[in-house]
């Protein structure tokens, strides 16, 4: 696949990274989550780069992003409790997996040929304004190689993609530093614990969420059993190391969050991951962390990370 020099574009530069999305080329852009790697979804040689750039298996689906519930609802049905969710938590930090539309016209790449597909309106001002420009449904998974750590600053996408994609808007880090958390609207399931508490969503349905994580035949992003790793070896509930992630009162190499507040850890996972990967050794160590709030999604993926590597 030809691939143009990675242009790194500033936000005045918007209009820049809409043409070459429109054009079928790859532009990576900041959401309030992690930094995505976008194509337009509705084109089949666009939405095939983007598997080939990250090396992504062809059966793990990617979320399609639009900037309101109006153009969500003109790619796939929504009933009343998809709406109320939407509603509820868009923009923001959420993936909605809701039926498709017969007339959708979306690659079926975009869904690894299923009859559902996973929408989110992102709340970052960058991310937004840049899909209003484009004026399509587009297509953005983790801009990083497959499995490997998620970036968070435009910094992060050039050392992972740089060279196999067209360009990187910058917004800079992102703020809330972990991927989406995925729902099935009907019935009602958790898919990927992400970016907002499982708590809120329970709260906003008046029930308890049942769980859909299984890796084998993966029905959202972020569902396989090994994801998210760095090249060392991750060991989970340590308590002392010599490549250390602490969090709380256990100290390390570097703390997710000396306070204990998992928003601030959630924000710092990946990027503190991606340090200690760059320095001498083999095996990182990381300190329990709550399973309550965001803790939930830092433990899936911390999970992930330290999963056997096939």
Known sequence: MPQLATEVLDPPALERAAELLRAGSLVAFPTETVYGLGADATNGTAVAKVYEAKGRPAFNPLIVHVPSLVEAEQLAIFDDTARALAQAFWPGPVSLVVPLKPDHGLSSLVTAGLDTVAIRVPAQPLAVA????????????????????????????????????DAVLDGGPCAVGLESTILRASPP???????????????????PLTHDTSPDTPSAPGQLSSHYAPDAMVLLNQSDGPLMVGFGKVSGTRNLSPSGDLREAAANLFAMLRELDAMPGDVIHVAPIPMTGLGLAINDRLARAAAPRG
């Open 130 to 165: 840049l899909l209003r420009a484009v004026g399509r449904p587009v297509a953005a998974p983790s801009a990083n190689p497959s499995g490997a750590i998620s970036p968070t600053t435009a910094a992060h996408v050039l050392d992972g993609l740089g060279g196999r994609i």
């Open 189 to 207: 399931a958790l898919l990927r614990p992400g970016g907002l508490p499982l708590e809120a969503v329970e709260a906003a349905l008046g029930t």
